[in-house]
């Protein structure tokens, strides 16, 4: 016969041993309190000694005590070594009843498993697929407030989009025009070191005026938008969101759309452009001073930038901005739109606004390069 | 025949695949405050966000004034939207305005009044709530007794016949609670003002609801309908006579069998 055993609290002591019964086969026999401070000793026990008798009869009339953590190990016991609980004592029995009823219906609600990859990727398209249409149907909403509006000047709520186009535009000018100066400088740098090789250090002229008015100068700014005020926009709504404005609203009859994002739109999409044009002047600027460190008098490369820079660089770059602009902003105010419940909700909102903006930008470029290489202007 | 204020009809709600609330049905007669009674997760504010049209229940429907805001859409449901006021129980008031800005918003948004009307109109319902002296403070700048007041404000601003109230008094201290139970009541007896008022405070619910139901999580819905007063004394469920019981001898007229 083995014994195992250990104080219990009380100095009751709880044992656990394994012997035989004439005509039962083995028997593990349980004694003193099952509870927090003496289970967890029990169960090591007993995996051990049931570990060579599997099937054993359960004996548990000496228990003095039984708490959940006990009706755990009564349960660990019947349902992973096969033990039969038949001889236990009646109101042990029931209580382990009622515990594995519970655990079952535990275990039934409990969320459903992690998916496997596979069905992950299925779930990410679909999402993916989601998403989109969500993007699209609420420029739908967006564009449907702003012919509204064009419609009912109230509509427009003129201070409010002030106050939020000097935040997202003047309030910007300092990291726009300092990003865009050194962009200017490290291509004039790098480009005029390639180009000095073939002698033709003076087009680094034209490389920085189409470089920085047509590519850079719109991506750079749309970029830092969608950083300071995609995320902005997308952690204020949030807000709103989690703090039930939004809903008090919508029991008002008030539509989000109008009423908080338009003016968030048209913001971004006016102080976007204005907002590049001064990035291309930093940008263009940082180029010609390079250029002059290097030798070139300001006639000179300022004729070439001049002669290479077409107004159509210039309408493209603007005109992409504008598109920018609206993008990051309409998909901040969605992101806080949708931002979900609970205390990360915002931060998860203004971090996917950024995500999701920048993402936008990017594409929209790639767009921007196919129909203008297509149109050949 | 005077149809009621709002019809509950067999009205579930679920998350997903669980189930909150399962068969519910009632109605709100016109003129009387009604409450919705129950523990924490019992379902009050799910009910109620689908008494307002923030969700749609899963099976069931719900008439505002005999229209259902369940299946309107468009005009329709914005005329719906407009007919009762909602106070949220976090006051939910725009953090970006000012008290009066803010119980001015649906004058502002839904009327064609000039601005100095819309001004007395909101300052009126300022009044009422004992809100003038903060007119011109943002909500960050008041308590949060003061929010809730506020939210009220904003809930009347239209001045509409029904009024859906998320406790309205919890977490507010004992006078300024019993002081807007004075209001509520006072709203409904003079001006005649449906009103559903979901409370676990039940010093609240006996000075002044009429009737209610009391919804339970494990029953996934009503346990109990009537007047509190009498649930209390003769419900014939043992839990809900215990649950209006709770800390009697506190909870104000009606009880104090300790
Ligand atoms: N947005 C939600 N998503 C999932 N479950 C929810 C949501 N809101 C509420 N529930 C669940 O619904 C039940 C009822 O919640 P609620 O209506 O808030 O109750 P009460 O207002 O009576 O405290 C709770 O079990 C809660 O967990
Ligand atoms: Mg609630």
Request: with cysteine.
């Amino acid at each position: 016969m083995t014994r195992e055993g250990r104080g219990g609290g009380s100095g009751e002591e709880t044992t656990v041993e394994l012997g035989s019964a004439p005509d039962a086969g083995p028997v593990l026999t349980l004694a003193g309190p099952l509870d927090m401070a003496t289970v967890a000793r029990a169960w090591r026990d007993a995996d051990r000694l049931l570990g060579s008798a599997p099937g054993a009869a359960l004996d548990a009339r000496g228990v003095t005590s039984c708490d959940a953590a006990g009706l755990a190990l009564l349960d660990h016991l019947v349902t992973r070594h096969g033990a039969r609980p038949d001889g236990l004592p009646a109101p042990l029995a029931d209580r382990l009843s009622r515990f594995r009823d519970e655990r079952e219906a535990a275990a039934r609600s409990r969320r459903r498993p992690e998916a496997s990859f596979v069905e992950g990727l299925g779930a990410g398209a679909r999402g993916f697929g989601r998403d989109v249409a969500e993007q699209v149907a609420f420029l739908g909403a967006v564009v449907r407030a702003l012919g509204a509006a064009l419609r009912s000047p109230r509509l427009w709520r003129a201070s409010e989009t002030l106050g939020l186009a000097h935040r997202a535009g003047v309030e910007a000018l300092g990291i726009v025009g300092l990003i865009n100066f050194l962009l200017g400088l490290i291509i004039a740098f790098v480009g005029g070191d390639i180009l000095a090789r073939f002698g033709a250090q003076v087009f680094v002229a034209d490389a920085i005026g189409i470089v920085m008015v047509r590519e850079l100068g719109p991506i750079m700014t749309a970029i830092v938008v969608a950083g300071r005020s995609g995320s902005a926009f997308a952690a204020e709504l949030g807000t709103m969101r989690v703090n039930e404005e939004v809903d008090a609203l919508e029991t008002m009859g008030l539509a989000p759309v109008p009423l908080l994002v338009l003016p968030r739109v048209v913001a971004g999409t006016v102080a976007t452009p204005l907002l590049a044009l001064y990035g291309m002047l930093a940008g263009v600027s940082a180029g010609l001073l390079q250029m002059s460190l290097s030798g070139f008098p300001l006639a000179v490369s300022g004729g070439r930038l001049l002669e290479a820079m077409t107004i159509g660089h210039l309408v493209i770059g603007v005109a992409k901005s504008v598109v920018f602009g609206a993008l990051v902003s309409a998909v901040g105010c969605l992101r806080g739109l949708q931002a979900g419940r609970g205390p990360s909700a915002v931060g998860l909102a203004a971090t996917r606004a950024v995500v999701a903006g920048i993402v936008l930008v990017i594409v929209a470029d790639a767009v921007f390069a196919v129909v203008t290489t297509v149109l050949g202007v | 025949m005077s149809e009621a204020a709002v019809s509950v009809r067999d009205v579930s709600v679920s998350y997903g695949e669980s189930v909150v609330l399962s068969g519910v049905a009632f109605d709100v007669p016109r003129g009387e405050v009604f409450g919705i009674l129950g523990g924490s997760g019992s379902g009050k504010t799910s009910l109620l966000r689908c008494l307002v049209g923030l969700r749609k229940p899963s099976a069931g429907d719900i008439l505002l004034g005999g229209a259902s805001i369940v299946h309107a859409e468009g005009d329709e449901r914005l005329r719906l939207l407009r007919s009762f006021g909602m106070a949220f129980q976090g006051g939910a008031l725009l953090g970006n305005r000012t008290v009066l800005e803010n119980a001015r918003l649906p004058l502002d948004e839904l009327t064609d009044l000039p601005s100095e009307a819309r001004d007395a109109a909101a300052r009126e319902k300022l009044a009422l709530v004992g809100l003038t002296h903060a007119a011109d403070r943002l909500p960050s700048e008041i308590s949060g007794g003061m929010v809730k007041r506020a939210a009220l404000a904003r809930a009347l601003a239209l001045t509409p016949g029904l009024l859906f109230l998320d406790e309205p008094s919890a977490g507010l201290d004992p006078i300024t609670a019993a002081e807007l139970d004075a209001l509520i009541r006072r709203l409904s007896g003079e001006l005649g003002v449906t009103t559903v008022i979901v409370t676990h405070e039940l010093a609240s619910v006996f000075a002044i609801v009429d009737r209610a139901v009391v919804l339970r999580a494990e029953a996934k819905g009503i346990v109990a309908t009537g007047d509190p007063r009498e649930l209390r004394r003769s419900a014939s469920s043992e839990w809900v006579r215990s649950f209006l019981n709770r800390g009697a001898g506190f909870a104000g007229p009606g009880g104090g069998d300790g």
